[in-house]
Structure formats: C-alpha cells, structure tokens
C-alpha cells in the first residue's frame, strides 16, 4: 500500500501561477496528476516515468510543467498562465508494480 500526500492547491486569480506537491511513501514506475471539475469526468493532466519521460494533456503544454525527485518519491506540477477553466480538484496518481494509487485531491481555483 502506497499512501499519498498532497499540497499546494488554493485560490489564484487568472494568469497566476501555483505549484502542487505529492510525496509517496513508496517508489513508483510512473507518477502524475489528473483533474476533475464540477460536472466532468477526471481526466489526465501530467504524467512522468521513473527515467524522466513526460506526457501532457493538449491543454496544459506550454503552461504545466512536471517534475520528479526520486530520491524523495516526489512528484511536482508547476502551474503558469492559470486559467479559470483550469478549476479543478487535482489529484495525485502514482503506479507502482501495476497497482494505482490516488491521492485524495487539493483544490486549485482560478478566478477571472
């Protein structure tokens, strides 16, 4: 069992920017972030293998910026040019020997 913590979420007004934080208690073959907002399915944000390999959704590239340090089993989403329908719950996902493993989300708000 791997449990997950979560930080950094919170309220920034458009164009701002926030840095969202997971430490795993265990080491993990790929980590990422995916977000739900009111009314919608979750869906991929970020991910990022153990060796490095980075995935990003179409509509945070250029904006969203992901990034591991293994050695703390850590996972970082840098957030830039926030946008209000960047609005979400964000959750931490880590797999990990083929289980998957979620955080229980931090809240991002961007207003207008």
């Known amino acids: 069992q791997v449990q997950l913590v979560e930080s950094g979420g919170g309220l920034v007004q458009a164009g701002g920017s926030l840095r969202l934080s997971c430490s795993a208690s265990?080491?993990?073959?790929?980590m990422g972030w995916y977000r739900q907002a009111p009314g919608k399915q979750r869906e991929l944000v970020a991910t990022i293998t153990s060796g490095g390999f980075t995935n990003y959704a179409d509509s945070v590239k250029g904006r969203f910026t992901i990034s591991r340090d293994n050695a703390k089993n850590t996972v970082y989403l840098e957030m830039n040019s926030l946008k209000p329908d960047d609005t979400a719950v964000y959750y931490c996902?880590?797999?990990?020997?083929?289980?998957?493993?979620w955080g229980q989300g931090t809240q991002v708000t961007v207003s207008s």
């Open positions: 265990g080491n993990a073959n790929v």
């Open positions: 996902n880590v797999r990990r020997f083929g289980e998957v493993y």
